[in-house]
């Protein structure tokens, strides 16, 4: 039983890691959204813009 902690422990102490990584990448992605997002209105605001007499 001693034995099986042992080895069941690295795994566990692995897992927040990857969880983090897994985060980053969710947190990037929102990110790169947001940006294109911004970029978008902003070409949909010039375009108004130019359109307006």
Do not use: C, V
Not at 18 to 26: S, V
């Amino acid at each position: 039983l001693l034995q099986q902690q042992q080895y069941e422990q690295p795994i566990i102490q692995q897992q927040p890691y990857e969880q983090q990584l897994l985060l980053q990448q969710q947190q990037r992605q929102y990110e790169q959204q947001l940006l294109q997002q911004q970029q978008y209105q902003q070409q949909l605001l010039q375009q108004q813009q130019y359109q307006q007499p």
